[in-house]
């Protein structure tokens, strides 16, 4: 088992950026994928990004070039950096964390994009 927590949200305007922390309770050396996935009101979760054990990475269209993910093994952490933000980029993002047979999710943190 893992638990993930989430940190970076915030407000911020159009255009601007924003760094996202998933910090998670023992190693994510062995986890298969990590990932970012995001929920706006009203509609479902949606996935942002993942980066594989092996480094590999996975982005929704909508968020191709302005969003990066990076996994840190030694400091058991996964960073989402922002860039270029639209408002239909607000949403609660979670973390997640994929093991071939179980999933774990963190508790969210709220970004808010204003126009």
């Known amino acids: 088992q893992v638990q993930l927590v989430e940190s970076g949200g915030g407000l911020v305007q159009t255009g601007g950026s924003l760094r996202l922390s998933c910090a998670a309770s023992r190693s994510i050396f062995s986890i298969v994928a990590m990932g970012w996935y995001r929920q706006a009101p009203g509609k479902q979760r949606e996935l942002v990004a993942t980066i594989t054990r092996g480094g590999s990475t996975n982005y929704a269209d909508s968020v191709k070039g302005r969003f990066t993910i990076s996994r840190d093994n030694a400091k058991n952490t996964v960073v989402l950096q922002m860039n270029s933000l639209k408002p239909e980029d607000t949403a609660v993002y979670y973390c997640?964390?994929?093991?071939?047979?179980?999933?774990?999710w963190g508790q969210g943190t709220q970004v808010t994009v204003s126009s």
């Open positions: 997640n964390a994929h093991e071939y047979a179980s999933d774990y």
